[in-house]
C-alpha cells in the first residue's frame, strides 16, 4: 500500500510516499481503510520533532475516517465493513493515517452514523474533540451564556461555534472578513475582525458587558485582552500559543473577576470516544459540519503541511489517499 513516511525529523521536504506492508491489526486494534485523514498543527509538530513520537521512522497522521478492513481478535464492537472516525492523538499517540491502510486502537474510533460524509468525519477529530473537550467538558458552557471563539474560521474555531451554537450559547466570534458570512451560517450571533482595534469594545457591547467562556487559541496574543472582556467568574479555556512563554500582565484584571483560566490539551482526553461520540451525534444532527476547505493527494502532504501553518482557509484540510 501507499503510505506517506518520514525517517528523519525536519521540514516539508522529509514527508515522502513510499510503498510498504499493508498493517496488520493488533488484537485490539482496527484496520481501516482511508478515506480521509485530517491535517493538524499537532502533524508538523510530530514531523519537525518538536513533539517526539514512538520512534523514526513513521507514518504521520492522527486524525482518521474510513471502512473497515479488518479487526483484531479480542474487537468486539467493529466488523469489516463498519464506517468509523477517530482520532489517535492522546495517550501512546497513534500516527499513521497519511496511508491507504491504518491499524487505529480500538479505544480511538466510534461508528460514524449513516449520512455522515467521511471526508468530513476524517477532518473532525483534533478539531471537533479539541472543541467539545473545551467547551463543553472544561468550561461547562450553559445555554444563553456568551461564548467567545477567537480564530472562528480556523479547524478548532469552526467546530467550536458551532458546538457553542448547540447548546444554545450565544456565540461570538473573530475571523478574516472573508469568512464573517459562513460564520454566522454556522451560528455566531456576532463576528468581528480580529484586527480591528476596538475588538474589546465591540466584545464587550455584544455581550451586555463581558463574555462568560472564552476559547483561546494564541495565548501569547488574548491572554491579557481576555482577562479584560471576561464577565465575572468567567471561563477561559487555552489550547495554545505561538510564543511559549506568553507572559501574564492582567492578573488584577482577571483576580477582580474571579476569572478562571484552565489550559488543556487533546493528550490528556480521558476516553477519547466520549467527545467523538458527542461529535458524531452532532454531525448526524446536522449541527456541526466540518467544512473541508481543501483537499490533498499522498504525495501532496508536504504542501498540505506547510499549508495547515502558513495558508488563511476556512475550515479543514484533509488528505485524501
Ligand atoms: N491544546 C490542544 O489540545 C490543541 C488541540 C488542537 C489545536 N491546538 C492548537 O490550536 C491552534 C489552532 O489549531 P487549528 O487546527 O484550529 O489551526 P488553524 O486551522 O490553522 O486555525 C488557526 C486560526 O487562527 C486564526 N488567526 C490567525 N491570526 C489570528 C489572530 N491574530 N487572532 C485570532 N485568530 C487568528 C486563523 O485565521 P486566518 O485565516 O485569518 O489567518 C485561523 O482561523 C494551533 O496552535 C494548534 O496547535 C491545540
Redesign the pocket.
Known amino acids: 500500500m501507499r503510505a506517506v513516511r518520514l525517517s528523519e525529523h525536519g521540514g516539508t521536504e522529509v514527508l515522502g510516499v513510499t510503498d510498504v506492508d499493508r498493517p496488520e491489526p493488533g488484537g485490539h486494534e482496527i484496520l481501516v481503510e482511508v478515506a480521509a485523514a485530517g491535517v493538524?498543527?499537532?502533524d508538523t509538530y510530530f514531523r519537525d520533532g518538536s513533539y517526539t513520537p514512538a520512534g523514526l521512522p513513521f507514518t504521520p497522521g492522527v486524525d482518521i475516517a474510513g471502512t473497515v478492513a479488518a479487526v483484531g481478535e479480542f474487537v468486539e464492537r467493529f466488523e469489516a465493513g463498519d464506517r468509523v472516525f477517530g482520532t489517535g492523538i492522546g495517550n501512546g499517540t497513534f500516527q499513521g493515517s497519511y496511508a491507504e491502510y491504518a491499524t487505529v486502537p480500538e479505544d480511538r474510533i466510534v461508528e460514524l452514523p449513516d449520512g455522515v460524509d467521511l471526508t468530513e468525519a476524517g477532518g473532525a477529530g483534533?478539531?471537533a474533540g479539541?472543541a467539545w473537550r473545551a467547551l463543553i467538558d472544561h468550561a461547562n458552557l450553559d445555554p444563553a451564556e456568551y461564548c467567545l471563539i477567537?480564530?472562528?474560521?480556523?479547524?478548532?474555531?469552526h467546530a467550536a461555534v458551532q458546538i457553542a451554537d448547540a447548546v444554545s450559547a450565544r456565540v461570538l466570534t473573530?475571523?478574516?472578513a472573508d469568512y464573517h458570512d459562513t460564520l454566522s451560517e454556522l451560528g455566531a450571533e456576532t463576528v468581528l475582525d480580529?484586527?480591528r482595534d476596538d475588538l474589546a469594545d465591540a466584545v464587550l457591547d455584544a455581550s451586555d458587558g463581558g463574555v462568560d467562556v472564552i476559547l483561546d487559541?494564541?495565548l501569547d496574543?488574548y491572554l491579557q485582552f481576555d482577562a479584560e472582556v471576561a464577565a465575572e467568574s468567567a471561563r477561559v479555556v487555552g489550547?495554545?500559543?505561538n510564543d511559549p512563554d506568553p507572559g501574564f500582565t492582567n492578573s488584577p484584571g482577571a483576580r477582580a473577576k474571579d476569572v478562571c483560566y484552565q489550559f488543556?490539551?487533546?493528550?490528556n482526553t480521558p476516553d477519547l470516544r466520549v467527545p467523538l461520540r458527542g461529535i458524531a451525534h452532532l454531525m448526524e444532527q446536522g449541527e456541526l459540519s466540518i467544512e473541508v476547505a481543501r483537499s490533498y493527494d499522498l504525495d501532496e502532504a508536504g504542501e498540505a503541511q506547510r499549508a495547515?501553518?502558513e495558508d488563511?482557509?476556512m475550515g479543514?484540510l484533509v488528505i485524501e489517499p
Open positions: 493538524n498543527p499537532v483534533v478539531v479539541t477567537h480564530g472562528g474560521s480556523g479547524g478548532v474555531g473573530t475571523g478574516s480580529y484586527s487559541h494564541r496574543d489550547i495554545g500559543e488543556m490539551s487533546m493528550f495547515v501553518m488563511s482557509f479543514k
